[in-house]
């Protein structure tokens, strides 16, 4: 059990990549917070890792909410009594529009979720690290946040704000016990597709181009598995990474 007693946050957790972390951290022994927007699908998650066996309490969390978050951690502290580690998961595509063609409403939406949200759930946990010496925050990322090809500019923007807030959180707790990386999935079937309105016919062309050289799609049960290394003590040594799963895709 390589997670043994550890208490998991994992957003974004009712379906995809989320689901998939949270159901193999269960299986690792972890107690595992299932939060997601949707607060049904974070109900039968949680559901099927105490009929497998496992610990996990479901909230439906809009992780845009202050006050939502907010009582995200504070459940999480009365009914477990403590957090080792955050994944921030949760997250929301653009409509694949290039700067010309963006709308503050959509800029801010995405940020919202993909930008703001963590920098929110980081600041609420790093406190708690910080008193109890030791702590883990994982951050997905995706590819996108490395590359200027893979989404439109709102998301591509929004994700690379996340790797600097990942390596710089890396860089100045590391000295307590602190561990903060990200993952760069690249295409993996999930359903984040469905938060894509209006899709922008120009931007959605030139991403496109790139699809050409992605080797294949993978499952999210094979995100996880990165995952549960990066937030166990098998990657003690491993802070301010950003690891790529895409496959080869960026490799070219």
Known sequence: MRLSEKVIIVTGAASGMGKAMAELFAAEGARVVVSDIHGDGATQVAETITKSGGVALAMETNVSDVAAVQHLIDHTLTTYGKLDILVNNAGIMDGMEGVADITDERWDQVFAINTTAVMRTMRLTVPIFQKQGH???????????????????AYTASKHAVVGLTKNTAYLYANEGIRCNGIAPGAVETNIGQSMTNINDFGMGRTMLGMGLNPRTAQPE??????????SEESSFVNGAIVVADGGWSAY
Do not use: C, H, P, Y
């Open 222 to 231: 094979e995100i996880a598995k990165l995952a549960l290394f990066l937030v």
């Open 135 to 153: 702590g883990v925050i994982l951050n997905n990322i995706s590819i996108g946040g490395l590359n200027g090809a893979r989404a439109g500019a």
